[in-house]
Each structure stands twice: as structure tokens, then as C-alpha cells.
């Protein structure tokens, strides 16, 4: 009978080949678990943060570009450029008045439409334009309310462009939703967006993809209508003192619910506008009331020109 605790040369052979296996396999699960590791871990460190170089073309001035063209490639700086008379239709996004907005305060509003560039690029709809208050005059006794702005500042594929503007038209809340309902209650069988509109100014869109007319003759086709709003040939008001087109840019403009010879004020009371920012203080707008307070609410609508690039 073989004796396991006897110190015989094969059962001596016998526990060293178990003990060096043993000991072979738990280096082999130890490296393979490292290994395992290794593996694991690298492509966690192929995403890795941005550079250095990154972090510092980060940090640059934004130039005054707007977006890169559809093939991605730079083919020079013109190609980039905000061209002067383009039209920036913008919902304001808070209410700023004579009684409680400061000189200083940071405005903002919404771009609502695509905005199509000359250079094929888009400001696309969501993007920002932020500026800020100027100057306030509350009403005194015989002194009106003022209250005067700027849109300086264009924020959209994470870039901040600056920019110089002049404004063309404004409408209330109220107005803007007229603008979007359509002139007749839809059948069973209608498609909502397929209806005609009337425009702020009385152009006539016939649903979407369908031509916008000025409203006393149909067959004056101004511009169409689109996802979002309306594109349209700019026309000079003589009435209000509105240009058609300016800077040779006769591009179809993005005036969201606006007719293309829209200007001035519609539908808020007791506010006129003293300065469009085309002359004066390049860029300033002016409004002034015909009543003690000043105010324009927050949802209010504006069509912005460009007036000019900041370099």
C-alpha cells in the first residue's frame, strides 16, 4: 500500500510537477488578468479630451465667420462672411422697458427661420443674437420714455460673431400669432401647414411651398413659403421709409411671418421708432413711447439687417 506520507522519489516528483503547475497557472491568470486590463483601458484612452493646441485655438477671439461650407473645407475668408442686408429674423427673448431694464443689461433673442447665405452656408434656426441695453430714460413730467439697444453679437456653431445691425421691423406677440393662423378653419381633409397665411404687412402665403403674393394682386409673386417661414425679395416701403435691398444683396432674405415690404411697428402699443441704427450711432436702436412707460414684451418679433461686418 503506498504510504502519502512517505518521502519515495515518485511521489516527491509527483507533488513538484502539481505545485510548479499550480504555480504556472496562477502566474498565467495573474498576467492574463493584467492583460485583460490593458485592453480594457485603451479605448478609454483613444477618447481622449483636447489638446493643448485645441485648448488654445479655443481660447482664440471668435472670427467673424459664420459657418463652414457644406464640404468642409476653408476656401478663404470670404467665404464666411455675413454679407451686408442680410436679414436676421429674431423673437426677443425677454421684455425690456423703460420702468425696470438698466443701461448695461444683456439681451437676447432667437433666430426663427434658416437664414441661407450667399456663400451657400446657413445660420441655422435656434441660433442667438445677444446684445444690450444702452440707455434708459424713464417718462418724467414732460419727458417721454426711451429706451435704446443694440444686437451686436451673433452665437451659433459654437462660434460668437460679431456683428452690426439695424432694425427694419417689430411686432407684438399677438400679431405674430395672426400671422401664423391660418385666414380660413381647415376641413377634414386639410393639412395645417398647406393653408394660406397672412403675413405682418398683408402678403398672402399659400401654404407651405406655395408662393407668397402682396396682398391686392396675386400674381405679384415676392417670395415662397418654406419650413419655418418665408423666403422673400426684399421691397422698399416709401410710406415707412424701409429700402428694399441694400449692399447689392438681393439674395431671397429669411422674413419668417413678415411681408417683404414690412417696417415699423405692428401691434404694440404707445412704442415708435426714433433711430433703426442706420444713421446716428451706427447700430443703436431708439424707441420712444407716446405714454409715460416703454415697454416691449418678451416674445416680440423683429426682422434685423445686417448692416455691416465688424472687421
Not at 26 to 38: E, N, P, Q, S, V
Not at 222 to 228: A, S
Request: positive net charge; glycine residues 12%.
Amino acid at each position: 500500500m503506498l504510504d502519502w506520507g512517505s518521502s519515495s522519489p515518485g511521489v516527491n516528483c509527483v507533488y513538484e510537477r502539481r505545485n510548479a503547475t499550480h504555480m504556472l497557472t496562477r502566474t498565467m491568470w495573474i498576467i492574463g488578468t493584467l492583460w485583460c486590463a490593458y485592453l480594457l483601458a485603451q479605448p478609454l484612452n483613444s477618447v481622449s479630451g483636447p489638446s493643448q493646441d485645441e485648448y488654445r485655438f479655443a481660447a482664440r477671439p471668435a472670427p467673424s465667420v459664420q459657418a463652414e461650407k457644406p464640404d468642409g473645407k476653408n476656401s478663404g475668408k470670404n467665404a464666411y462672411i455675413i454679407p451686408a442686408g442680410t436679414i436676421l429674423p429674431v423673437r426677443l427673448n425677454s421684455t425690456v422697458s423703460s420702468a425696470k431694464s438698466k443701461p448695461g443689461q444683456v439681451i437676447s433673442g432667437r433666430i426663427m427661420q434658416d437664414v441661407p447665405l450667399s456663400s451657400g452656408t446657413r445660420i441655422k434656426e435656434g441660433s442667438k443674437v445677444a446684445g444690450r441695453i444702452v440707455e434708459v430714460t424713464p417718462a418724467r413730467a414732460g419727458e417721454r420714455a426711451r429706451l435704446s439697444l443694440r444686437f451686436d453679437k451673433l452665437i451659433f456653431s459654437h462660434k460668437t460673431v460679431s456683428i452690426s445691425t439695424n432694425l427694419r421691423a417689430i411686432a407684438g406677440f399677438m400679431r405674430i400669432n395672426e400671422a401664423q393662423t391660418p385666414t380660413s378653419g381647415p376641413s377634414e381633409s386639410d393639412v395645417y401647414r398647406w393653408l394660406t397665411t397672412e403675413q405682418i404687412g398683408g402678403d398672402i402665403a399659400y401654404g407651405e411651398g406655395g408662393p407668397v403674393t402682396t396682398h391686392n394682386d396675386p400674381n405679384d409673386v415676392v417670395g415662397k413659403k418654406v419650413n419655418g417661414g418665408v423666403l422673400g425679395q426684399l421691397r422698399a416701403n416709401g410710406v415707412a421709409n424701409c429700402r428694399g435691398a441694400t449692399d447689392g444683396n438681393e439674395s431671397p432674405q429669411a422674413i419668417w411671418v413678415f411681408s417683404s415690404d414690412a417696417c415699423g411697428v405692428y401691434g404694440i402699443e404707445h412704442i415708435r421708432i426714433v433711430s433703426s441704427g442706420r444713421s446716428g450711432v451706427p447700430g443703436l436702436i431708439v424707441f420712444g413711447s407716446d405714454k409715460q412707460n416703454l415697454k416691449i414684451p418678451g416674445g416680440a418679433g423683429m426682422l434685423l439687417r445686417i448692416e455691416k461686418n465688424s472687421d
